[in-house]
């Protein structure tokens, strides 16, 4: 970190290669398939970061144009909606002339406009509940998509709390991403539907004459997405890559909420106080408690940035031809982070990482996903209660 003395916030454990877990059901992919909106988003080919990182190739996952929303979290969304309603009214769970089940959510960001989205083509009513520090724009896409919006004081966490409490209404269900004791379910059906993105991956890079890359980033706020990348790469004939080593797994947070890279320092699921920063739909204080046992065995390594690293790999990105949002843009800041600068041999040898190396960057949002963008790191306004 240019003008710091600290140490990089950096965790690693190389034997997490060796951990194996049943791999997630096939499900969600057969759903996504069949809507008529469905496309795999783009495995794009960076030459130039493979050359910065000393690596043979540089791919990158780019979610700026999944299912018509600029983010992957609608993969999550629709699969767990689909089946949630598939039970309510399918299976008896709906009593005649009850109203239609409304859909509940707390977000910073994506994930509220992609419940929302759902929401609004199945011709449901949704409310979201969203934190301090989200974007006003961000706010208005998701009402645009006509959901009621609350604006809760405080962090993301509280804004779970919430919403939660508002899903206790007897026409109401909670779609949430993130899990606690006694509500896993449905953030398990979440990470399912985040499978498609990775069995897409699979095919991209065979088509290139890759079978498994070396090493994954993935952009990390409650760890769902990263739980979906740990069950994918450690589960069945993918636990090995194509010389026969697993791929590294590392995960991105910001420095500001990086819950989950402290919870791995200490051995135990913690949480962190959490303040404002660009990368809006990474600020979450608390992980997945679902997610946290997977991350713990299977992570090989986690990273922390700054909002300055993610706003400068999101130009580089720009000026590669690829749209990015900070958020997104985190894997790659991280895979900087990790490989370059102070410590990078030692680093790079933790993950296993040479110069036959494949690298696959997760960009989960668009720049139109996230107005701070468009912003610098110092202007990122929170929104207050009206």
């Not at 819950?259 to 106080?273: D, Q």
Request: aromatic content about 6%.
């Amino acid at each position: 970190m240019a003008g710091s003395t600290a140490p990089r916030p950096w965790y690693a454990r190389p034997a997490a290669r060796a951990w194996t877990c049943p791999p997630l059901p096939p499900d969600a992919w057969a759903f996504h398939t069949a809507l008529p909106e469905y496309a795999p988003t783009a495995l794009r080919e960076l030459p130039a970061l493979a050359v910065e990182f000393g690596v043979a190739r540089v791919f990158v996952k780019d979610e700026s144009a999944r299912l018509g929303l600029p983010a992957f979290k609608a993969l999550g969304a629709s699969w767990a909606i689909h089946r949630v309603l598939a039970r309510y009214e399918g299976g008896g769970g709906a009593a005649p002339g009850a109203p239609p089940l409304r859909l509940v959510t707390a977000t910073d960001g994506n994930h509220g406009r992609a419940v929302a989205r759902v929401a609004r083509r199945l011709g449901r009513r949704a409310h979201v509940f969203v934190p301090d520090g989200v974007h006003p724009a961000a706010v208005a896409a998701i009402e645009a998509e006509g959901a009621e919006v609350t604006a809760v004081p405080g962090s993301y966490d509280a804004a779970v709390r919430r919403a939660a409490e508002a899903a206790e209404a007897p026409d109401a269900v909670l779609i949430q991403d993130t899990a606690w004791e006694g509500y896993e379910e449905i953030p398990a059906l979440i990470v399912e539907g985040y499978a498609t993105l990775f069995a897409e991956i699979d095919a991209q890079l065979a088509a290139t004459g890759v079978r498994t890359p070396s090493l994954v980033a993935v952009p990390v706020g409650v760890g769902s997405l990263a739980q979906a990348a740990v069950t994918h790469y450690r589960g069945g004939p993918r636990a090995a890559g194509g010389d026969g080593t697993p791929p590294a797994l590392l995960s991105v947070e910001p420095e500001g909420a990086a819950c989950v890279l402290s919870s791995l320092r200490a051995g135990r699921l913690r949480s962190v106080p959490t303040g404002v920063t660009a990368m809006a739909g990474l600020n979450c204080g608390s992980p997945s408690a679902l997610a946290w046992p997977t991350l713990r065995a299977g992570l090989d390594a986690a990273v922390a940035v700054t909002d300055a690293e993610s706003a400068a790999a999101a130009r580089d990105l720009a000026e590669s031809g690829v749209s990015s949002g900070p958020c997104g843009a985190a894997p790659l800041a991280g895979v900087r982070a990790a490989l370059t600068g102070e410590g990078g041999a030692e680093r790079r040898a933790e993950l296993g990482i040479g110069p036959a190396s494949t690298v696959v960057l997760i960009s989960t949002e668009g720049a139109s996903a996230n107005p701070y963008a468009q912003e610098t790191p110092a202007a990122t306004p929170g929104i207050r209660p009206s």
